[in-house]
């Protein structure tokens, strides 16, 4: 067995492992345009081995249902129309479609993995696989969304992902003014597009925090009433916490006097020494004010980045999403993965404990709107 | 066995059977905020007998999930906050669930209605059954409206309500001025509070036609540009046209330049005798001004109905849905039931092929605001 | 001089005179859709003669220029494009340019008006005198509207229209059920289209107040909660208030715990013996609700307006503003004038202390949606 | 007489000069949220030297008015309550106060200029008169902007701005990889906040045009279905110019078969020669890429404007607004000058044709969100 098919049916499985908590009724519920329901996350992730795969490079492929290509494209222009952002939340197909669906792709793209690839098929395949382990992570975040707005807070897992990370180190790192090395060199291992382009920048000198910000300080700059002072926001910031009412991060909420905040595992008391988690660069950056410091930009931390530990929270930088220098956007429909996405995005370095297994590097930019706060996201310091 | 409780049984269970098409993630999908999922239709039925019959009769009544008040009220104020309009496509409580709720609440409803009760109960339980059965219609109406939204066109029912209904009889009834008696005045039989409060109206010659509208004349309408000329169109109905890009019955699509109709057996081809279906009263108005005529009144409607067959279509009149003389909101929840709704909505008479059987008469009045289409609604011409 | 010379002369000047108060600046501001500047109002009222009048039966007219038939068109899509109703707020033309157009379309209406008429051309030229009279009233509520979103308070008239309006009559008018005659038969007088068709309605028994409700009952329903029980509200008016979070009359403001309102004279303590004004339909049936009254129906009002006094309010009825029997929409332009409104608005019926002077008779239907407020208008009980 | 003083006096005078082919009703128009009536930009800049000198400097002062400090401070959060942004174009005060308000405060301000300042407060009023030109710049521009909305399009000046400027350099110029030097260091000099923090960034070879893309250049881009192919498009590009049917620069029009461009002197042909102006980010950045080319980054520009002549169009950059390193908010209300929008906008380069004269530099650093096109801006291509 090659190590790619492998690779390919341990990623494949943990898709639909992830979902063995769920009901045939859990799959097809959308309940906002940024986030989609476990089924369309199943059927988005086959549909990129059957467009960009199968049709491809299988000779002869038949396509499953020629109607899948319409519902469950994301985003790829070049395919072809797709179904509206908001209207993913469906009945039809049925769950077991989808699933047949899977398994169809799956036998014949193990048919063609049985032998050897060309590199290029290789390196789809690959892309095609990371990005599944992107919809998992979604598939999680996006659950725990919809979840999140039923009034019987349903339970996911009752083991795991209740927040109660910790920081094991303290204090902060000093970085020395100079020229660093950014982005991923390494042609072996794979990367996304937007990493590539390895490049130098020239940082000044810098302090970074070997900590992330915990729930207990957060609750500090809550009790000073950082929410209501303008001085710490960003314009477009206190805009948004005034329009939409906010005065606490996403998931929690004041049960008799009490801190709680919505976890997979149901709701859970808010621990003052564990990681923060679910803010927005807003809440973000708004906290490095009051702090009187500021959040590192991305080369700040991919500089220092060895020199602590990451990977429990996605961590804002303030640095937008552009391009890399030299960085181009590749030809046909892989090429609308990334460049496309590059305004209006802010940069969140690391990982989180709903990252895949092996998904993670020091040069990975995730990237999201700064308004957004359903990923599990917070904050590391720098100044 | 009571005949209230036959009913009871006969009644509850034709919700239930309406559901039989369906797998379980048909029933919990909501595309816009005045259709609600199957699964709402089959709870909130259900929690009207908990609330306003079990809680209030049956001595020691337990509830069966308190959480289930809030999830499964609609619209009653009186009864606490209600979960928001737009967020009923959830898919917790799950089916099984639900439909556990309406076997506890049938079995303890049995047993109230083994023994007499009281007049008042009765009539509180017959409202209840009047409830379920609007809902009925709602339920199969708003499920095409959201499996039309699916690219599949799904297949409710391969034998039925594939809107072929043809007119049997045809020309004009000529009515005479004078005075007529309008409104239920039988008060043995069951009649909405809308209804009651018989009353005399003054009525003016008018003809009134035998039958409805069909495709076929529609058509003309349409092939006439009348979609395109706002002389035919109230000025919020030329609005409403041109927002939304207007220019046919909800539900009919061209494929290959041929008009095709979304019905409960899939996509079907548009015969011209049928009767027309799925128009708002926009588009009634217009087409009546068209045809140089008028859509009747209420009143004109109801004193001639005797002469005309009615029943396959709701029949939009040009009367605003406002009290009868002498109507009084009753105290309570129940009097939330119909009289809040009498602002800015029109009345409709009739019954549709979608209706429970046994809920039609023909001093009823439906309403619906003058935009909406997804009922089985038509045109019967006056002038 | 001919009379309708004279009446021609009067009515024109009087719009100009209600803008002697006025700076060049205050001309030409627009806040909400359904308000329009001093400017427009000269300038619409002017079109009218120039298109309805001049281009038609005054040989050899020549167009003041030909992109004010564009520019001050309200809803007339007979007579081709026109401004979008959120834009008439601009600079340009200037008010010497407009002040220009009603002297050239004055100069010429009045050549015109020194012959004998035929009885279109004059029936014609008082719909376009009734049109601007009816204009001077909305001129000067939407400049009220305007200046009340001005954080100087502006003073219009430092004399008049204090709102100080009180009753002269009291107690309650029986009314006794039979048939009764209504809308405008005396076909020497002028009217609207929309009061044709004099026809029959029976009327059950009721009784309608002689006078209308005053501040002091008004606040009496605000202190019991009134804008907070929604057991008083349509639903959509429950919704309207929430929304907008409603909880006193339009131009109500308290300062220094004193309830102060904004008049033509600017703010001024409000009187509890003083007529109420500016509250919508749904504040109406609310407070006629929690008085356990309700509102006349239009024909209620009609068949009693002679034996009370009316006139200083624009008096809400719940009465759908609908066709009446027999009602045809003309042929052309002056056809839109009233039927293409007849969806979703109620009618009021008396006048205000802004009407202009002899526009007013029982028959007249004024109409407007029912959450408007910027009129002068109050609540007449019945039961 | 200070220099001081005679440089606040030219660039006062130059704010009202601006202003001289305007007529009263011209003052007060806003037609969308980012732009600004005449009148307030005269109130508004006359505020800031009130709020921030005066009321701070001179002894004694009396307030002109206390009204004044609500209608017109912008943004400054520290200075209390503000009107809301889309609601700037009202008619009082009217244009005579504010010009009384202007002199009143001119006067003051040339009593305090008679005498030798402290540095602060010298640098305050030439943050001032900076913030004036800044407002001059807008005067002019949503001027344009408004008057583009009225159907008569307005001349402003018959003279001057018909965006004849051409290119006078071409080819390219090759820049380098290594360390450059950005930011304003030269302290005694005036320059914002946001430029401050003089530091090095390493930048690889690249490549920068001397010229502007001309009209003719861009005329390509569209005739070769530039707007109507999603390749070239950012996604956030694509859905607003889907959403708003965008498919030419703003103030560009078609007649009879001729692209026309509304100008300060009216209407004008569109000459393929001259540089192009007013288009969005988006579009700057789709046209590069339909050429197979880049946008700069701000700090290429930078490093190489002393090469190329610049200043006829603003210039947009791939570079997103972003705090320089070391870039510390100041305390008070001029903190918020420019460090709280530095969030989903873009950094724009060099100058226009209607900035103030003696306003630019090559680290001056404008910017604005990616759709916006009012001001004249245009595209410097890199590779």
Known sequence: MTDLLQMYQTIR?????????????????????????????????????????????????????EEFSFLFNSYYNHLGDRTDRSHRG?????????????????????TLLQVELETEVRKHIIIGLNHEQQHQELLLTDLKYTWWHNATFPVYDTNSNFLTEKNTES?????????????????????????????????????????????????????????????????????WVNAHGI????????????????????????????????????????????????????FEWEAAADQFSWGSRWEWTYSAYLPYPGFRIAEGALGEYNGKFMINQMVLRGASIVTAPGHSRKTYRNFFHPHYRWQYTSIRLAQ
């Open 90 to 110: 469906t009945s039809r197909p049925l769950l077991e479609q989808v699933l047949g669906y899977r398994h169809y792709v799956d036998e014949l793209m193990e």
């Open 13 to 65: 499985k943990r898709s639909t492992d992830l979902c063995l908590p769920l009901a045939p009724e859990d799959f097809n519920i959308q309940l906002a345009d940024h986030t989609s329901p476990p089924k369309w996350h199943l059927a988005h992730t086959t549909w990129f081995f059957e467009e960009m795969i199968l049709k491809k490079y299988l000779d002869g492929y038949q396509e499953f249902d």
């Open 247 to 298: 005065n606490s991060p996403l998931y929690w909420i004041k049960k008799e006097g009490e801190w709680m905040q919505y976890t997979q595992g149901g709701l859970k008391k808010v621990h003052l020494d564990n990681i923060l988690s679910h803010i927005s660069f807003y809440e973000a950056n708004a906290f490095a004010s009051w702090r009187g410091m500021r959040l590192p930009t991305e």
């Open 171 to 239: 204090g902060w790192l000093k970085m020395h003014e100079g020229i660093y090395q950014i982005g991923h060199a390494d042609s072996e291992k794979f990367s996304f597009d937007n990493e590539h382009g390895a490049h130098r920048v020239y940082l000044n000198d810098y302090s970074i925090s070997k900590s992330l910000v915990t729930n207990g300080e957060y609750l500090e700059f809550m009790e000073a009433g950082g929410y209501k002072d303008f001085r710490y926001w960003l314009d477009e910031g206190w805009s």
